[in-house]
């Protein structure tokens, strides 16, 4: 069955640099989202992306976040200048039809900023 | 702003019992709702999408319920087993297509052999 795949899985980094994150969408999918999970706390939406644009963003995407589908496959999630609070499990999601049909979610990659 | 609340957050129950996980979910103008499953260190797995004109939507040993007028969505699970044991979200959808989903906090569940 296809996978989401999100790389690395773990990443650690010092605050104020820049990462990426990285995501391949199940290749039929034209529905792509970012969710965060703080340790401890709820899935949180971070952002939508459908027809090489943003769909929908909420408030913690701000200006130091972007998105990013630079090839047929991949989706990137940048973050330009990390801080400690931007440590959490970050998740790649892909649907056929949006929020109507069933998300799939990669495994995540564990940011961790020091 | 679209809340959701799962009970219990925590229930931990011998094998073999059918047990009853409960989300409300302050917004009722929703299109349909989610039930996902959530390993440790894992992504998650969706395990039902309940349309809003449906009442019930049933995959194996689950069963997931719908009462979108009183904000209330329950996942039965029957004959519960130790590989059941995870975090079970649910998300309603209210958006127009590509909006994000709201969650729950969950419910912890353990299943003990």
């Known amino acids: 069955e296809p996978e989401v795949t999100q790389t690395p899985s773990h990443q650690v980094t010092q605050m104020g640099q820049e990462v990426i994150l990285r995501c391949v969408p199940i290749s039929n999918h034209l529905y792509f989202y970012w969710y965060r999970q703080i340790l401890g706390q709820k899935v949180e939406f971070l952002v939508s992306f459908y027809n090489n644009e943003i769909s929908e963003k909420s408030e913690i995407f701000d200006d130091q976040f972007s998105v990013e589908r630079p090839d047929g496959s991949n989706f990137t999630l940048k973050i330009r200048s990390t801080k400690l609070e931007d440590s959490a499990m970050y998740f790649c999601a892909s649907g056929r039809a949006g929020g109507m049909s069933p998300l799939h979610f990669g495994n995540g990659t564990r940011l961790t900023v020091t | 702003k679209q809340e959701v609340t799962q009970i219990p957050a925590a229930l931990s129950v011998p094998e073999g019992e059918n047990l009853v996980l409960n989300c409300s979910f302050t917004d009722s103008a929703i299109y349909n709702l989610q039930w996902f499953r959530q390993d440790p260190g894992k992504g998650l797995t969706s395990l039902l999408l309940?349309?809003?004109?449906?009442r019930e939507q049933t995959s194996g040993r689950l069963n997931a319920s719908l009462d979108k007028s009183s904000g209330r969505s329950t996942l039965y699970i029957a004959a519960s087993q130790p590989g059941d044991s995870a975090t079970y979200l649910c998300?309603?959808?209210?958006?127009?297509?590509?909006?994000?989903?709201?969650f729950g906090k969950g419910t912890h569940l353990i299943i003990q052999p």
């Open positions: 309940i349309q809003s004109s449906q």
């Open positions: 998300a309603p959808y209210s958006g127009g297509g590509a909006d994000g989903l709201t």
